[in-house]
T-cell receptor
Framework: DTAVSQTPKYLVTQMGNDKSIKCEQN?????MYWYKQDSKKFLKIMFS???????INETVPNRFSPKSPDKAHLNLHINSLELGDSAVYFC???????????????FGPGTRLLVL | AQKVTQAQTEISVVEKEDVTLDCVYE???????LFWYKQPPSGELVFLIR??????QNEISGRYSWNFQKSTSSFNFTITASQVVDSAVYFC??????????????FGTGTLLAVQP
C-alpha cells in the first residue's frame, strides 16, 4: 500500500501552459506539504496545509496555487509555467505538530516537471 | 537563522569500508528535531531517523549509526561495512516549528555517497 502517492510521476510541458500535480496520503495524517527540489538537489518547502488550512507559504510566486479538498489530498496547480519551474516536486505528510513535538514527514515519490 | 551544513558534497568508498557523513546545524531554538533522509538513484526520499534535541543518546540500526552532539551542533551518520545499495544522496534536515500545527524541514545540500564494488 502506497503511503503518499503523487500523479503524474513525469510531466513534460511547454512554457506558458498550466498544469496540476495531485497528492494523496493514506496515513491518516492531518498535515501535508509541498517541497521543490531543484537541479542541484536542493530541497525547499513551498507550502504546508493542516486539515485543509494553509499554514506555510514560503515566498512562492503566486502562479503556484495549492488546494486541499480534504486532509488526505493536497494538489498543486501551476499557471503560466516558466523554464525555471523545471524541478522535482515532492509532496509529504505528517501527524499534526503540537506542543513542540515535531513529527516525521513522509514523502511521496516526486513529480519530475520539465518545462520546454 | 536556522541552517544545516553538509560540507561533504561527494564521497566515494569501496564496498565494506565504513563511511561517516557529517551534518552541522544552526538554530536558536531549545527544542528542535533532526532527521536523515536517503534519496537513492530512483529518486524517492526515504526517512531514516528522527532525533529530538533532548535525546543525545547515540542510535544504532543495523549497519547504520548516528552520533548526536549538541556541544558541537553535529548529527553525524555512519554506515558500517558499506554496500553498493547504500549509494544514494543523503540529506540531513532540521525541523523548525513554524507555529500552529505544522513544522518545516530545513535541508542540507546533501552528500552523494558512491559505493564501488
Amino acid at each position: 500500500d502506497t503511503a503518499v502517492s503523487q500523479t503524474p510521476k513525469y510531466l513534460v510541458t511547454q512554457m506558458g501552459n498550466d498544469k496540476s500535480i495531485k497528492c494523496e496520503q493514506n496515513l491518516g495524517h492531518d498535515t501535508m506539504y509541498w517541497y521543490k527540489q531543484d537541479s542541484k538537489k536542493f530541497l525547499k518547502i513551498m507550502f504546508s496545509y493542516n486539515n485543509k488550512e494553509l499554514i506555510i507559504n514560503e515566498t512562492v510566486p503566486n502562479r503556484f496555487s495549492p488546494k486541499s479538498p480534504d486532509k488526505a489530498h493536497l494538489n498543486l496547480h501551476i499557471n503560466s509555467l516558466e523554464l525555471g519551474d523545471s524541478a522535482v516536486y515532492f509532496c509529504a505528510s505528517s501527524q499534526v505538530t503540537w506542543g513542540g513535538v515535531q513529527e516525521t514527514q513522509y514523502f511521496g515519490p516526486g513529480t519530475r516537471l520539465l518545462v520546454l | 537563522a536556522q541552517k544545516v551544513t553538509q560540507a561533504q558534497t561527494e564521497i566515494s568508498v569501496v564496498e565494506k569500508e565504513d563511511v561517516t557523513l557529517d551534518c552541522v546545524y544552526e538554530t536558536r531554538d531549545t527544542t528542535y528535531y533532526l532527521f536523515w533522509y536517503k534519496q537513492p538513484p530512483s529518486g524517492e526520499l526515504v526517512f531514516l531517523i528522527r532525533r529530538n534535541s533532548f535525546d543525545e543518546q547515540n542510535e544504532i540500526s543495523g549497519r547504520y549509526s548516528w552520533n548526536f552532539q549538541k556541544s558541537t551542533s553535529s548529527f553525524n551518520f555512519t554506515i558500517t561495512a558499506s554496500q553498493v545499495v547504500d549509494s544514494a544522496v543523503y540529506f540531513c534536515a532540521l525541523s523548525a516549528e513554524y507555529g500552529g500545527a505544522t513544522n518545516k524541514l530545513i535541508f542540507g545540500t546533501g552528500t552523494l555517497l558512491a559505493v564501488q564494488p
